[in-house]
């Protein structure tokens, strides 16, 4: 049973950075679709970052997505922090039929 958890969330001040890592656990990630998603309290899920099974990698401005195959984990770069970037951010890695989710971390930006 494939598992994914995040990690690095936390606090951090308005124009500064974050890498949020996603560790796989009984499947490949190079074998999925990579996404990461945010929600902010009373908002829809927000796609922000994807990478595809040939590499090929999307994103909002500002966040940047990563795959090390060595580490079978995924990454979320994240610069020029503001407030509403504040969110639980979950990465999910996909096919046609399955998909597989971590519990979420959460980023809050704050002075």
């Known amino acids: 049973q494939g598992q994914l958890g995040e990690a690095g969330g936390g606090g951090v001040q308005p124009g500064g950075s974050l890498t949020l890592s996603c560790a796989a656990s009984?499947?490949?990630?190079?074998?999925?679709?990579l996404k990461w998603y945010r929600q902010a309290p009373g908002q829809e899920r927000e796609l922000v970052a994807g990478?595809?099974?040939g590499g090929t990698a999307n994103s909002v401005p500002r966040f940047f997505i990563s795959i090390d195959n060595a580490r079978n984990s995924a990454y979320l770069l994240m610069n020029s922090l503001n407030s509403e970037d504040t969110a639980k951010y979950y990465c999910?890695?996909?096919?046609?039929?399955?998909?597989?989710w971590g519990q979420g971390t959460q980023v809050t930006v704050s002075s």
């Open positions: 009984g499947l490949t990630l190079t074998r999925y679709v």
């Open positions: 990478i595809s099974t």
């Open positions: 999910c890695a996909g096919t046609r039929i399955l998909n597989y």
